[in-house]
């Protein structure tokens, strides 16, 4: 069973960076898909970005395409999200998930969730 934990959450203003990390647990494999997605306050969960196994094909929502950037170290078994020029429409928990043949922006398709990390830009 695999085990996600994010980390790097916190508040923040606007224009400010940060970067999140998920690492990952109970997995001998690393041929899985990560992805990051959000859930603010009265919204549905939505898709953020995501990577492939191998690490050739990264995956961006419009709204976030030129500030955030994904990564995965799988030596370290770990992804990460570097945030930048962060808005206050990005506040929201973000939670990383894996996933096995997955549609990399299909929320269904994942596996395995993290229990998420609060990120919150005042303006």
């Known amino acids: 069973q695999m085990k996600l934990v994010e980390s790097g959450g916190g508040l923040v203003q606007v224009g400010d960076s940060l970067t999140l990390a998920c690492t990952r647990a109970g997995v001998t494999s690393d041929t899985y898909a990560m992805g990051w997605f959000r859930q603010a306050p009265g919204k549905e969960r939505e898709f953020v970005a995501a990577?492939?196994?191998?690490?050739?094909?990264?995956y961006y929502a419009d709204d976030v395409k030129g500030r955030f950037v994904i990564s995965r170290d799988d030596a370290k078994n770990a992804v990460h999200l570097q945030m930048n020029s962060l808005k206050p429409e990005d506040t929201a928990v973000y939670y990383c998930a894996a996933g096995f043949m997955v549609r990399a922006r299909s929320y269904d398709d994942y596996q395995y969730w993290g229990q998420g990390t609060q990120v919150t830009v005042s303006s």
């Open positions: 990577i492939s196994w191998s690490g050739d094909h990264t």
